[in-house]
């Protein structure tokens, strides 16, 4: 499993952004807060069932075939920008029901940017 470009230069950026917000005095303690907040086990293990659910599908596609070892990163790219996402928004349906039209939208639209985004010519880094 090789990274292309783009996805070096996004760990670089997240890196960065990890690494100013940390520094940040004023920041710091925001960032505590929320992955304290993330980390609360129900949220935990909402998001552990659906790497569950999503390694499932991948294990009973690749025994017919349909999927294989190289699509790892993409299975791993899709989870973590929809998947998780969409688990955020799935928690606000239980209020209001009737969302699930603008959720779905929403999904189909951050899916229409990702593939028009990953869609793009490369270019090398360095």
């Keep these: 499993m090789e990274l292309n470009s783009r996805e070096w230069a996004l760990i670089i950026w ?10 940040s005095s004023k920041i710091r303690p925001s960032v505590c807060t929320v992955l304290k907040a993330a980390l609360q086990r129900k949220l935990v293990w909402v998001v552990v069932a659906a790497a569950l659910f999503t390694a499932g599908c991948s294990w009973l596609l690749a025994q017919i075939s349909l999927w294989q070892q190289t699509n790892l990163k993409t299975t791993a790219f899709w989870f973590i920008g929809s998947g998780l996402p969409l688990i955020a928004d799935a928690v606000r349906l239980h209020d209001k029901p009737a969302r699930l039209a603008k959720v779905m939208r929403d999904a189909f639209a951050l899916t229409a940017i990702i593939i028009f985004i990953g869609g793009m010519n490369l270019a090398t880094l360095g």
């Excluded at 997240?14 to 520094?23: C, H, K, Q, V, Y």
């Design 14 to 23: 997240l890196t960065a952004l990890l690494g100013a917000t940390l520094l």
